[in-house]
């Protein structure tokens, strides 16, 4: 990912913050103030963030495959056709297997996925103005539900068929797992899913195919959101307290065993069922969210934290920010940007987006030196690498409450949309 987006936001909240209110001159037609400078630059960073997401490039595509392999033109997977509840189906003939595109690609042989709240997200619909925004600028169809029949699923463990002539991170043959592109509509919960080279990492050799495919989402959304950002570090979160919202889920699941790994202290909420779990992952203080309120619970003994990951939205902001020292941060991995962008456009969705986090933000830099920003999910080969040495430590281990065969996937997702989850749903694809 390129600096440009986070120059272009830094130079947005430096016009709001310091350009005063009455600076103003004209360039030809277009007048040049404190507002116009603001919002320029905020659509810039967006517009550049969202390219960043496009990955891979290139026409021609010489093709390595593995000799035992041999698809077929047709594959099973969980598709849907239309927008809308209750729309997700298993097909065994409607989708054909992949081909590679682009001399990154790879085509995987996938024994095994999992679930996302994000994949019951697209199948209703929402955030289809936004990714349809994608695929029209990779030049996939998108227009009038062009991208249907869409496959769904982005985390994959499985093994390398084929791959383009520009990889050489993988070979036919080799074990790997992945997260793909949120937009892509050739998802992974099938018989064979296209990743790239770049989003690609070999399969931990102490995890099942199984145990794989329950951590690449996840941890990449948690790795985007709290590393990347530079909101904590391996280095950094050494005896400093977070507090993770929701810690019994797939984010909750993964964030405590990251920062308990690298030596945090860690407070999470969850209901009964799910402390014995979040003792054995290894959090410090857990408070059952169905007897206490978190904030009056933390608020009376006086606990400040550097970090604060919250997994429920608006409803927790304030207590969120309430309970975030000085010099802290709270991440929050929900965010209007979907709801807003389906509504406005992509253009006009992006801004009022933007300008909602800033309503926040700003005044918390301000006034409290703590900071307010919106998590993220990116594939990202190299990060999983680095947790890749993780999980083979030890230190993080997969947490499944289910598993499915591909067959059964409508019911998988039947079970997933309960919510409260104790870990992920994985669908082993393998299985009869």
Same mark, same amino acid.
């Given at each position: 990912?390129?600096?440009?987006?986070?120059?272009?936001?830094?130079?947005?909240?430096?016009?709001?913050?310091?350009?005063?209110?009455?600076?103003?001159?004209?360039?030809?037609?277009?007048?040049?103030?404190?507002?116009?400078?603001?919002?320029?630059?905020?659509?810039?960073?967006?517009?550049?963030?969202?390219?960043?997401?496009?990955?891979?490039?290139?026409?021609?595509?010489?093709?390595?495959?593995?000799?035992?392999? *041999?698809?077929?033109?047709?594959?099973?997977?969980?598709?849907? @056709?239309?927008?809308?509840?209750?729309?997700?189906?298993?097909?065994?003939?409607?989708?054909?297997?992949?081909?590679?595109?682009?001399?990154?690609?790879?085509?995987?042989?996938?024994?095994?996925?999992?679930?996302?709240?994000?994949?019951?997200?697209?199948?209703?619909?929402?955030?289809?103005?936004?990714?349809?925004?994608?695929?029209?600028?990779?030049?996939?169809?998108?227009?009038?539900?062009?991208?249907?029949?869409?496959?769904?699923?982005?985390?994959?463990?499985?093994?390398?068929?084929?791959? &383009?002539?520009?990889?050489?991170?993988?070979?036919?043959?080799?074990?790997?797992?992945?997260?793909?592109?949120?937009?892509?509509?050739?998802?992974?919960?099938?018989?064979?899913?296209?990743?790239?080279?770049?989003?690609?990492?070999?399969?931990?050799?102490?995890?099942?195919? *199984?145990?794989?495919?329950?951590?690449?989402?996840? %941890?990449?959304?948690?790795?985007?959101?709290?590393?990347?950002?530079?909101?904590?570090?391996?280095?950094?979160? $050494?005896?400093?307290?977070?507090?993770?919202? &929701? &810690?019994?889920?797939?984010?909750? @699941?993964?964030?405590?065993?990251?920062?308990?790994?690298?030596?945090?202290?860690?407070?999470?909420?969850?209901?009964?069922?799910?402390?014995?779990?979040?003792?054995?992952?290894?959090?410090?203080?857990?408070?059952?969210?169905?007897?206490?309120?978190?904030?009056?619970?933390?608020?009376?003994?006086?606990?400040?934290? !550097?970090?604060?990951?919250?997994?429920?939205?608006?409803?927790?902001?304030? +207590?969120?920010?309430?309970?975030?020292?000085? &010099?802290?941060?709270?991440?929050?991995?929900?965010?209007?940007?979907?709801?807003?962008?389906?509504?406005?456009?992509?253009?006009?969705?992006?801004?009022?987006?933007?300008?909602?986090?800033?309503?926040?933000?700003?005044?918390?830099?301000?006034?409290?030196?703590?900071?307010?920003?919106?998590?993220?999910?990116?594939?990202?080969?190299? %990060?999983?690498? $680095?947790?890749?040495?993780?999980?083979?430590?030890?230190?993080?281990?997969?947490?499944?409450?289910?598993?499915?065969?591909?067959?059964?996937?409508?019911?998988?997702?039947?079970?997933?949309? @309960?919510? !409260?989850?104790?870990?992920?749903?994985?669908?082993?694809?393998? +299985?009869?």
């Amino acid at each position: 990912m390129s600096n440009l987006p986070i120059v272009f936001f830094v130079l947005s909240t430096a016009s709001f913050v310091f350009v005063p209110n009455d600076f103003s001159f004209q360039i030809s037609e277009f007048p040049v103030n404190r507002g116009s400078l603001t919002i320029t630059c905020a659509i810039a960073a967006v517009v550049l963030f969202i390219k960043d997401r496009l990955d891979g490039d290139g026409d021609n595509v010489t093709i390595k495959k593995a000799k035992h392999t *041999t698809p077929g033109k047709k594959m099973k997977a969980i598709i849907i @056709t239309k927008y809308g509840n209750n729309t997700i189906e298993y097909s065994d003939d409607k989708i054909n297997v992949p081909k590679l595109k682009q001399p990154s690609d790879i085509l995987v042989h996938v024994k095994a996925a999992s679930l996302n709240p994000v994949d019951l997200m697209i199948s209703q619909g929402n955030g289809k103005v936004m990714y349809n925004k994608m695929r029209m600028a990779k030049g996939e169809p998108a227009e009038c539900d062009a991208e249907l029949p869409l496959v769904l699923g982005h985390d994959v463990s499985g093994v390398v068929v084929k791959v &383009g002539k520009d990889v050489k991170k993988v070979k036919a043959g080799d074990e790997v797992w992945a997260s793909i592109p949120i937009w892509r509509s050739e998802g992974t919960l099938a018989e064979y899913a296209i990743v790239n080279e770049y989003d690609v990492s070999h399969k931990p050799n102490n995890l099942s195919h *199984t145990e794989a495919a329950a951590l690449p989402f996840v %941890a990449l959304s948690v790795w985007t959101s709290l590393v990347k950002s530079m909101a904590i570090n391996s280095k950094q979160a $050494k005896k400093r307290r977070i507090l993770i919202l &929701g &810690g019994t889920g797939g984010i909750g @699941t993964f964030a405590i065993q990251l920062i308990k790994a690298w030596g945090g202290h860690v407070t999470t909420t969850c209901s009964k069922g799910g402390i014995e779990l979040m003792k054995r992952l290894g959090a410090d203080q857990i408070i059952d969210y169905t007897k206490e309120d978190f904030e009056t619970v933390l608020s009376q003994k006086k606990q400040k934290f !550097h970090l604060i990951l919250d997994t429920q939205g608006p409803s927790s902001y304030q +207590a969120c920010l309430n309970l975030c020292g000085s &010099g802290g941060h709270v991440v929050t991995l929900v965010s209007p940007l979907h709801s807003m962008t389906d509504k406005h456009g992509l253009v006009w969705g992006a801004i009022k987006a933007t300008l909602a986090r800033l309503k926040i933000g700003i005044p918390q830099k301000l006034f409290h030196s703590r900071s307010f920003s919106w998590g993220i999910y990116a594939p990202d080969g190299q %990060a999983l690498d $680095k947790i890749k040495l993780l999980v083979e430590a030890g230190k993080i281990k997969p947490v499944i409450e289910e598993t499915f065969p591909l067959s059964e996937g409508v019911a998988a997702f039947q079970q997933l949309s @309960t919510g !409260h989850r104790k870990g992920k749903i994985v669908i082993d694809v393998d +299985a009869r």
